[in-house]
């Protein structure tokens, strides 16, 4: 199958997926919550610590639940999943418009939120991805997955328009008119699996119709699945406090509120091209070649960060090694996962691949935070975040070659 047939079959299933990616549970709760901040603090005097562990429970929970997704999806298919999904994220997105005056009450809203919502993030969207490219594979995936770029680029202007002209309460099931008016319908007519005769004969095994790949069990006795853990564990740790800290690190650094607003906008630039360029590079050059210097840039600007003195163009040089990154890291799971254990049972295993991401990007901030409040500056943590992009950039070299999975059987599962 040639790229340009790939993308003539597919391309209605990957507009369905990157506006789903976009309105659902990835980028939706994390670009939005720093807004309701202030009014929850106004009416109920939390503290914002208090409030921010909320988003912890969240993506602690949403992570645990993604293998859980991840067989419903092998099990059941892609598409009911996502739809349920988003509909189940739709609703208890909406639900916090009625938020109790109790903290415990505000926690069990984001617990049952991480519960029901994980199948629509990239668990679901790229495993459709993968059944429908192959040849053109990673850039399909860099062109999903901006679907988080771009709600970044939206998300915080719409959220204070919402806020300002109708209140924190009516602005919560505003935006989740994302989820249930916008990606519902259009995954429910255009968001489908490909047909036996529509999928790429790479991800077939010898038995006709049948996907190949390797079962959640043996997956996990294999090594390269805990490289490939490992290594999105590392560069979650190291990323995901930085990309909140960002604003205070540059304060500290010297720069005024409004300079280092001005810095943080190329971060979403960044992110943007990153899943592009990854994706792209992916299709063309062996993936763990391709993440060594992506995955290692960020240690440069750690180093430049750690330092008493930046310049303004350092700093956008370090902004933007830190979104290249950022870009990048979900392309890494999504075509590793597919490429090293074929498609058989993407889903379990993609799911086990997330919880890593997922848990160190909701302790991160925290662990920033702890560093910061102990030692005064954020750069020992920094320095430690440096290690850490390195290690989890050139671990991958060790996957080796990708299995030819063109020629084998399902395995059980």
């Known amino acids: ?55 912890t429970i969240f993506g602690i929970t949403a992570s645990l639940m993604a293998p859980v997704i991840g067989w419903l999806i092998d099990r059941y298919g892609v598409r009911p999943v996502a739809l349920y999904s988003l509909i189940a994220f739709g609703l208890s997105f909406a639900a916090f418009a009625f938020t109790p005056a109790s903290l415990i009450g505000f926690y069990g809203l984001w617990l049952v939120m991480g519960l029901v919502s994980i199948g629509s993030t990239p668990v679901s969207w790229t495993r459709a991805i993968n059944l429908w490219f192959f040849k053109s594979r990673g850039l399909a995936l860099g062109l999903t997955l901006i679907g988080t770029s771009l709600a970044a680029v939206f998300l915080p202007k719409l959220t204070v328009t919402l806020i300002d002209s109708y209140g924190w309460r009516i602005a919560y099931p505003g935006l989740a008119l994302l989820p249930l008016g916008l990606a519902l319908p259009l995954a429910f007519f255009l968001f489908r699996e490909p047909k036996d005769d529509e999928k790429p004969k790479e991800i077939l095994g010898s038995q006709a119709g049948h996907l190949s790949g390797v079962a959640l069990a043996p997956a996990m006795k294999d090594m390269r699945f805990w490289i490939i853990f490992a290594s999105i564990f590392a560069v979650a740790l190291a990323y995901g406090g930085a990309h909140i800290h960002l604003p205070q690190i540059l304060g500290q650094l010297g720069f005024e509120r409004g300079d280092a607003a001005i810095i943080m906008g190329s971060l979403g630039i960044a992110i943007f091209a990153g899943r592009l360029i990854t994706g792209f590079l992916f299709d063309h050059f062996h993936a763990p070649l391709v993440a060594l210097p992506i995955l290692s840039l960020p240690a440069i600007a750690c180093w430049m960060l750690a330092g008493n003195d930046i310049s303004s163009t350092q700093a956008f040089i370090s902004v933007m090694l830190f979104g290249l990154a950022a870009g990048a890291e979900m392309d890494v799971i999504a075509y590793l996962a597919g490429r090293y254990f074929g498609m058989a049972h993407y889903g379990k295993i993609y799911g086990m691949l997330y919880m890593p991401f997922g848990i160190a990007a909701s302790i991160s901030p925290a662990l920033y935070g702890w560093v910061r409040d102990t030692y005064g500056s954020y750069d020992l943590m920094l320095q430690a975040a440096m290690v850490l992009f390195l290690f989890g950039a050139f671990i991958l070299l060790a996957l080796g070659r990708y299995p030819d999975f063109s020629k084998e059987s399902v395995t059980a599962g």
Do not use: D, Q
């Open 1 to 55: 199958m040639t790229v340009n047939r790939e993308f003539s079959l597919g391309w209605k299933v990957l507009l369905a997926s990157m506006v789903g990616v976009m309105c659902g549970a990835a980028p939706l709760p994390y670009n939005t919550i720093g807004f309701f901040m202030g009014p929850l603090n106004a009416e109920f005097n939390w503290s914002f610590g208090e409030m921010g562990l909320g988003v």
